[in-house]
């Protein structure tokens, strides 16, 4: 069993519609991150959490440490929301542990 | 500067070539990374340094050679690269240890062909 599981694997959706992304961990954390990244392309971190909710323009991300529990939402999605979503947990030191992704498809 | 800078975007390789990929920030952070990426698959670990000293080796063929010759700057020299080596090799950047407020901040990568 991976210490980080997202759900779903794969995601479509149409234009406008609200998205969520769930991530749960088994391991104690000092942060959760969540990232983007693009067909071939690099990676963006949208959010780093250890605790309540952060929200950025369309994005909100919150987290539930005693259920150790986190999600990623996207309201209004627009098809350049389209990506990997990449829920990754902070442990030791500077280490990442990363689940294995949500591919993300909105249709116009 | 908020960015992680990775050269080249590209590279195709011979299995018998020697290349060498860079990675350049300068946001003061003290802790470097790279991580291989194959096809829809999560970034793995390779190596960490922190403070320009390796502190994690997650056991990398000896092909693969990190270096790190100032805060700014972090290399991956190549040498003798199977094919199957062939992926998408990210660096990134941090502050050291459990207590820094920001998060990482990843290069846009190198896609790397080994022929």
């Known amino acids: 069993k991976n210490e980080v599981e997202q759900s779903p694997q794969n995601l479509t959706a149409q234009e406008g519609e609200f998205i969520t992304i769930n991530c749960s961990y088994s391991v104690g954390i000092s942060a959760l991150h969540w990232l983007q990244q693009h067909p071939g392309g690099g990676i963006v971190s949208l959010f780093m959490l250890s605790s309540g909710k952060k929200k950025h323009g369309r994005l909100i991300a919150t987290i539930n440490i005693q259920e150790k529990h986190s999600s990623l939402h996207i309201t209004a999605s627009h098809p350049r929301d389209s990506a990997v979503y990449i829920c990754?947990?902070?442990?030791?030191?500077?280490?990442?542990?990363f689940g294995e992704g949500t591919q993300l498809t909105v249709n116009p | 500067d908020t960015e992680v800078t990775q050269t080249p975007k590209h590279l195709v390789m011979g299995m018998t070539n020697k290349k060498s990929l860079k990675c350049e920030q300068h946001m003061g952070h003290r802790a470097m990374y790279w991580y291989k990426q194959k096809a829809k698959k999560p970034p793995e670990l390779m190596f960490v340094?922190?403070?320009?000293?390796l502190s994690i080796n997650e056991s990398v063929p000896s092909r693969f050679s990190p270096e790190c010759p100032n805060s700014s700057l972090l290399n991956l020299h190549l040498h003798a690269l199977q094919p199957e080596d062939s992926a998408l090799y990210l660096c990134?950047?941090?502050?050291w240890g459990t207590g820094g407020a920001e998060g990482y901040t990843f290069g846009s990568g190198t896609r790397l062909t080994v022929v």
């Open positions: 340094y922190s403070y320009e000293k």
């Open positions: 990134a950047s941090s502050q």
């Open positions: 990754a947990v902070k442990t030791s030191g500077s280490r990442l542990t």
